[in-house]
Nanobody, 127 residues
């Protein structure tokens, strides 16, 4: 049974930093793994993803501020968020998908529907 468990959310002031973690269990390979967020009244959006070899891709609004990477030994995905802005406030979700073991380029990982989802962790940035 695949499980994704996020942690690390919280409240910070604008300009601050947070690190989110996503501990994965029940599988060892995913074509894509990444972070999504959803603010009240908004659609869910892909924020930062990695492909199966660890190459990342980011949505434009977080480029240069967010970094995602995976510790394969721990099967844990991280999202380092710096220079946080009030508009980053949202529920952040970790997700993964496997396309029958195929490699998918990271840029495409931003576009696909994901199969497995965590429960989410709240990030609140105050001005």
């Amino acid at each position: 049974q695949v499980q994704l468990v996020e942690s690390g959310g919280g409240s910070v002031q604008a300009g601050g930093s947070l690190r989110l973690s996503c501990a994965a269990s029940g599988y060892t390979y995913s074509s894509c793994m990444g972070w999504f967020r959803q603010a009240p009244g908004n659609e869910r959006e892909a924020v930062a993803v990695i492909d199966s070899v660890g190459d990342p891709s980011y949505t434009d609004s977080v480029k240069g501020r967010f970094t995602t990477f995976k510790d394969n030994a721990k099967n844990t995905l991280y999202l380092e968020m710096n220079s946080l802005k009030p508009e980053d406030t949202a529920m952040y979700y970790c997700a993964a998908v496997d396309f029958d073991g195929r490699w998918v380029p990271a840029a495409r990982c931003l576009l696909y529907e994901y199969t497995y989802w965590g429960q989410g962790t709240q990030v609140t940035v105050s001005s």
